[in-house]
């Protein structure tokens, strides 16, 4: 186009606006519905204006089936940028289609649209199992997108690779095929392709001694150790030999690397106990969030967290750790009950009140907590009142003398303890 032709606008607006607005995070909810701006953005992406390829292919990825055909059209588009826009919207509109194009696209000449096809190429995978968990191996719409991968680990562009193996562990223990690649990768001259090797061997399960390697490593560990999740999230689960390791790099300078580390001993359940008083340790760190991570990898581990009783003792005297201690001393079972009786009588608020939640599931098993809680009703403070009413009831124990004792707090002065017990007994006597 010549340069005193006019621009064309999408929308009304120029292509510079757009690439402005496209800086914001949050810049979809700015602009019209996908209806109302696809017929300029259709029209755009065939336009003799680069700049203007540009953002109709961003903007096309919230279109029509027109729009998909128009994404898939500007993949062979002359412009890397169009190219990459492209596809990146075609993935987030119709993953299985994107994965449809992402193997030619990894023999593209220009190694930009190679990592981007690497990186869709993953994307579309994790997009696919996402709606559908039970995504088959040799699923037919990704065929050839594993095999694409593995080719581009020994792509002559680091980026590449890098993209390659970071897309290669969305299809884990499927991507078996892929070890001997990524472990000569381990090697290799860019960091950042190390460590993404060693994040994607993680997660295909690699042999002992080679998850050992990397688990030791300071400058591979933290992200490997980002495979493995909590035991609340659907993620790979470290295998118990590599618990050693693990402990080890709970010693780790980098608050990044002792998250990932805590999350992987918290996949692991009560099979982690052993690393129960390196966990301790780390309720004193300065990083705030690697105190709430270990004090639910503590709850994680149940009665295996047993040695970490002095630990947990100091952590429900500290108003900003004390519930989630109340909490990890609940899981860990009666052993855990003199504390919490202990700290019935400190002078916190916060304290008491949590040691009613570390308390109450002892009520059956430990014969002194019901009366201690009991006289848990009358603490001068209404959220200890509260907290207690509701948790004789959880533990399912309100009847006889509890009943009656819950009964009195009727007419409690705070009425966010009223409506407890108004809940309560409404649940009583139906």
Request: net charge negative; aromatic share 4%.
């Amino acid at each position: 186009m010549c340069a005193w032709m006019a621009r064309v606008t999408i929308w009304g607006r120029s292509a510079k606006d757009w690439e402005q607005d496209f800086k914001h995070p949050d810049f979809w909810d700015g602009i019209p519905e996908a209806e109302v701006i696809e017929p300029d953005a259709l029209s755009a992406i065939v336009s003799d204006d680069v700049e203007a390829r540009r953002v109709a292919a961003k903007l096309l990825g919230r279109g029509s089936p027109k729009a998909v055909r128009a994404l898939v059209a500007a993949l062979d588009d002359r412009d890397v940028r169009v190219v990459t826009r492209a596809l990146e919207s075609l993935e987030s509109h119709d993953p299985a289609e994107a994965a449809r194009h992402v193997v030619r696209l990894m023999r593209h000449g220009d190694s930009t649209v190679r990592a981007c096809a690497c990186k869709t190429g993953g994307d579309a995978r994790f997009a696919i199992d996402a709606n559908e968990p039970r995504v088959t191996p040799g699923d037919p719409r990704l065929t050839g997108v594993l095999d694409g991968l593995i080719a581009c680990l020994s792509d002559s562009d680091a980026d590449v690779r890098t993209e390659a193996a970071c897309a290669i562990v969305y299809f884990c223990a499927e991507a078996a095929v892929a070890s001997a690649a990524l472990t000569a990768l381990l090697d290799d001259r860019s960091k950042d392709v190390r460590v993404q090797a060693a994040r994607a061997l993680v997660a295909i399960d690699p042999p002992p001694a080679t998850l050992d390697r990397i688990l030791r490593d300071r400058e591979l560990r933290g992200g490997a150790l980002g495979v493995y999740g909590p035991a609340e999230e659907r993620a790979p689960h470290a295998p118990v030999s590599a618990i050693p390791a693990i402990i080890e790099a709970l010693a780790d300078r980098d608050p990044y690397t002792v998250r990932n580390a805590l999350n992987a001993l918290s996949g692991l359940r009560s099979a982690a106990a052993p690393a129960a008083r390196a966990i301790a340790g780390l309720l004193a760190n300065k990083d705030k969030s690697v105190v709430w991570i270990a004090l639910r990898t503590l709850r994680d581990l149940g009665a295996g967290a047993e040695p970490a009783l002095p630990e947990l003792a100091k952590a429900l005297r500290k108003e900003q750790t004390a519930f989630a201690a109340g909490d990890t001393l609940a899981a860990i079972g009666a052993a855990a009950a003199p504390i919490a009786f202990e700290a019935l009588r400190d002078r916190n608020e916060h304290t008491r009140e949590a040691a009613v939640v570390a308390l109450a599931p002892r009520i059956r098993d430990t014969p002194a907590a019901l009366p201690a809680l009991l006289t848990m009703l009358a603490d001068p403070s209404a959220n200890i009142r509260h907290q207690t009413v509701l948790a004789l009831h959880d533990h399912g124990v309100l009847e006889l003398e509890p009943l009656s004792a819950v009964r009195r707090l009727v007419d409690d002065p705070d009425e966010r303890v009223r409506d407890a017990v108004g809940y309560v007994l409404g649940k009583l006597t139906r």
